[in-house]
């Protein structure tokens, strides 16, 4: 019997640390311009010594304002997927559930396009204008969830199978509804079509933005985090959970919206990011076990180190131009899932 | 610490009088309909019993004769229509969840997993209730755990695969999760129900020696005859939701009454150990 302790806990969540630290220093080296490792390093250390005049202007541009920002980005969408991804597993008890399948991410999208075009008809300071999308995405993804909730219920109980196809049905409509709205409306959007339904990272934001979503991840990932050990009783089906003592309705409560806030969150700075939060989550499960008190942190750190990664790919494999990130994530994420799915029946 | 008294939730507990009841089922019942507007489907007519501390309770019937309603409406997962369940004079629907998993554990046919969990973190998920709802286990919990998993004589499965060991063996790691519970009621849904003759009576017979050594209130769900027949104190007999008779086995199983309940041709008559035995006569296994 080797129950966790926090001391097993804060060792996995260090060592995942580690790699994303490595994952971060190689997305800050490559790139259409490459950056050495020395320049980086010297960099780093003038930067944390407030030393930032003496960074080379050109170096100091392409780190600070514009890969830097971007890795930031891609830490947060990635670990918000994939909490969210985790959270909606457990909750659903289905372990095909994700944003992206489950049609949420795309009903983030379409209430993220719904409030950059509303915006400019509502006469809003500048600030609660910048709050419109993520809301517009939360409400977007809030929406679809319960949604599919009830398309997924049958005489009161989930059933996986109807689930499935009733976010994939529900993602297919609200894909048509993103390509009907993208193509009958242009004002006050500024990204494309493959943004929404793809994913893409390069959009560059305020400073402000990069805390709000800072601290929308903590908020939202500490909500699904004081339910852990609830989430863990959920695995063996609502029933088992309550006669064990948990509130299930409760717990639903507070899941599904975190669980939404944090994809509506990832998907209105990003797009829809396919499979972030179907694989990562289900790496860290064979690697620490599904005990959601490790679950939780090590997919959030895990989701992040996979969208960096994901990320540095999609800017160099065909520089200077790039891809989707999404496409990446489709493409080294599908065949990983096959061959976790294939292990686990053998 | 011996196993027994880990199990005692205190002393007092233990060396209370069992005259007053523990349990205490009034006038209880239930109605279900899938649509309000419509006749009811199924309804449990008013039910009452009583059951003290130490003491193994069947509830026996045919298919559909309110059984698993009954145990449901104990458990407080569903709450009665009209009359009350009294748990150490507290009305179980009317606790919160975690209060309610304290004191009543419930012991289900199945238990599927999602992911694949070893046994001793299976039992421990029956401490939940009893810590803060984000925590790390402490030794107690671990203690209790263990000695569950010893109670049940299932020590060598700690480490296995919930879903690598036998239907018998994961009957014990299951109703060890309901003793680290450390309830004061235990119940059971057909625990029997997929298990071979030797892990039957295996498993009642550990029930009977832990309802005796933790003063555990048993109240046990069941289509087997003879088996609550052997192990019960009292059953309560249903047919069609309604409560015909609760007395002590003797006094149940006549042959008339059976025959009439199960709607099959049975004999009854005393078995070596001073409690009735019932034969099918049609070849049919009751």
Redesign the interface.
């Known amino acids: 019997m080797r129950p966790l302790t926090l001391r097993r806990l804060l060792l996995q969540c260090l060592l995942l640390v580690l790699i994303l630290f490595i994952v971060v220093v190689i997305a800050l080296k490559f790139g259409a311009v490459p950056v050495s490792l020395y320049a980086l390093g010297r960099d780093v250390l003038r930067f944390l010594l407030g030393q930032t005049s003496q960074i080379s202007s050109d170096y100091g541009l392409i780190i600070w304002n514009i890969r830097g920002p971007r890795i930031l980005l891609a830490i947060f969408v990635g670990a918000s997927l994939s909490v969210a991804g985790t959270s909606f597993q457990a909750l659903l008890r289905n372990p095909l559930a994700d944003p992206y399948v489950l049609g949420v991410s795309s009903g983030a999208s379409v209430g993220a396009i719904l409030a950059l075009i509303a915006a400019p008809y509502l006469s809003l300071p500048s600030t609660l204008t910048a709050l419109l999308t993520p809301v517009g995405a939360f409400l977007g993804a809030t929406a679809t969830i319960a949604a599919v909730y009830v398309l997924g219920r049958r005489e009161g109980q989930i059933d996986s199978t109807t689930l499935l196809l009733g976010g994939v049905i529900t993602g297919s409509f609200l894909s048509a509804i993103i390509t009907l709205l993208m193509g009958t409306v242009t004002s006050g959007n500024n990204r494309g079509m493959v943004f929404w339904l793809m994913g893409n990272l390069s959009t560059s934001f305020q400073k402000s933005v990069y805390w709000f979503l800072g601290i929308g991840f903590f908020v939202g990932a500490g909500a699904i985090y004081t339910t852990a050990t609830d989430l863990n009783l959920l695995l063996a089906g609502e029933k088992e959970a309550m006669h064990l003592g948990v509130d299930v309705r409760r717990v639903r409560l507070v899941v599904y919206i975190a669980a939404s806030f944090l994809t509506g969150l990832a998907v209105s700075v990003s797009g829809s990011i396919a499979y972030v939060g179907l694989i990562v989550p289900h790496v860290m499960r064979l690697i620490f076990g599904s005990d959601h008190r490790t679950l939780l942190p090590t997919a959030a750190f895990g989701g992040a180190i996979a969208v960096v990664f994901a990320d540095t790919l999609a800017r160099t494999v065909v520089a200077p131009t790039e891809i989707a990130v999404g496409a990446v994530t489709a493409i080294v994420g599908a065949p990983l899932f096959i061959y976790l799915l294939r292990r686990r029946l053998a | 610490m011996s196993s027994s008294s880990a199990f005692a939730r205190n002393t007092s507990e233990v060396s209370r009088p069992s005259a007053e009841p523990r349990l205490s089922v009034e006038q209880v019942s239930y109605a279900y309909s899938a649509n309000p507007a419509q006749a009811p489907l199924f309804t449990l007519e008013a039910t009452s019993f009583q059951a003290k501390p130490g003491e193994i309770v069947a509830i026996l019937g045919p298919n559909a004769s309110g059984k698993s309603t009954l145990l449901k409406l104990i ?1 407080g ?1 569903l709450a009665p229509m009209s009359g009350r369940i009294l748990l150490n004079g507290f009305v179980t629907h009317s606790l ?3 209060t ?3 004191r ?3 012991v ?1 046919q199945e ?7 070893r046994a ?2 299976f039992v ?3 401490r ?2 009893h810590g803060r ?5 402490s030794e107690d ?2 203690l209790i ?2 000695n569950a998993l010893a109670q049940v004589g299932a020590a060598e499965l ?2 296995r695969w919930m879903d690598q060991i036998s239907g018998g063996e994961k009957q014990r790691v299951i109703l060890a999760r309901a003793l680290a ?1 450390q309830p004061l009621l235990l119940l059971l849904d057909e625990p029997t129900l997929h298990l071979d003759i030797a892990a039957q009576v295996g498993l009642l017979d550990s029930l009977r020696r832990l309802a005796a050594a933790n003063r555990y209130t048993v109240v046990v769900v069941t289509h087997e005859l003879n088996l609550a027949a052997e192990y019960a104190d009292q059953v309560v007999l249903m047919q069609r939701g309604r409560c015909l008779r609760v007395g002590p086995p003797s006094s149940i199983y006549q042959r008339e009454l059976l025959e009439q309940v199960f709607q099959t041709p049975l004999s009854v008559e005393l078995g070596a150990s001073g409690r009735p035995r019932v034969t099918v006569l049609s070849g049919t296994q009751p």
């Open positions: 458990a997962a919160t969840p975690r309610r998993a304290q009543i554990a419930v289900q238990s599927t997993l999602l992911f694949p969990a001793w973190e421990l998920q029956g939940h209730a709802s984000l925590r790390f286990e919990d671990v755990a263990k700690s480490d519970q």
